[in-house]
């Protein structure tokens, strides 16, 4: 398996602050990366993907990546008691997706 | 987005039977599907990656014989876990690729709780 490096976590932020998430990982040859957002017993959803290096910004959320680094985050501004959940880090190489062991994001009220 | 559907979304078995998920793209063609398994707390496994038409490829460590994969037309892929064993139970996801004017993007069955008692 490609490798994703996530931190387990947990993250505790407080509603309304800033989240942020890294990921790594080892193979140069994936394409783009993705952000996945997973409940407990759920499949996971999809937030956001970025492929040039740089930030890729969609509303709440900021994607970072940094191919020299090898490395990925997210940023979640405004955290939400609703943005708690697993987030999952993956690259995707010819299509097929590696993915991180996830972060878990607690935002408290 | 894309539709998968996955079907069944859960599934209690005994041991030593047989288990069919199946996974279907509802609204695009898909010529790759994507098996996934996810144990508690850790992360999506790719097993194998499904092709219509043709014999799935399985990563390393995953056993063919035991989780056929048939991918009989462009929008449905099976897995059968065969003879079936505790150390079996887990998540098992399907995932769909569709690549847009961007990129390519993954779209998710619902996920399958298998559990062999």
């Known amino acids: 398996q490609k490798e994703v490096e996530q931190n387990s976590g947990p993250l505790s932020v407080p509603e309304g602050a800033i989240a942020s998430l890294n990921c790594t990982y080892s193979?140069?040859?994936?394409?783009?990366f993705f952000w996945y957002r997973q409940y407990s017993g759920k499949s996971p959803e999809l937030i956001m993907f970025i492929y040039s290096n740089g930030d890729k910004e969609d509303g709440r959320f900021t994607a970072q990546l940094n191919k020299a680094s090898q490395y990925v985050s997210l940023l979640i501004r405004d955290s939400q008691p609703s943005d708690s959940a697993t987030y999952l880090c993956a690259a995707n190489n010819f299509n097929k997706f590696y993915f991180g062991s996830g972060t878990k994001l607690n935002v408290k009220p | 987005g894309a539709v998968v559907s996955q079907h069944p979304s859960r599934v209690i078995c005994k041991s030593g039977t047989s288990v069919k998920i199946e996974c279907r793209s509802l609204?695009?063609?898909?010529?790759?599907m994507f098996w996934y398994r996810q144990f508690p707390k850790q992360s999506l496994m790719l097993m194998a990656t499904?092709?219509?038409?043709?014999?799935?490829?399985?990563e390393q460590g995953v056993e063919k014989d035991k989780f056929l994969i048939n991918h009989a037309s462009l929008t449905l892929s099976t897995l059968t876990v065969t003879s079936a064993h505790p150390e079996d139970s887990s998540f098992y996801i399907c995932?769909?690729?569709?690549?847009?004017?961007?990129?390519?993007?993954?779209?998710f069955g619902q996920g399958t709780r298998l559990t062999v008692v």
């Open positions: 193979d140069r040859g994936s394409q783009s």
């Open positions: 609204d695009f063609q898909a010529t790759t």
């Open positions: 499904s092709n219509e038409g043709s014999k799935a490829t399985y």
């Open positions: 995932s769909a690729s569709l690549t847009g004017t961007g990129d390519t993007e993954a779209f």
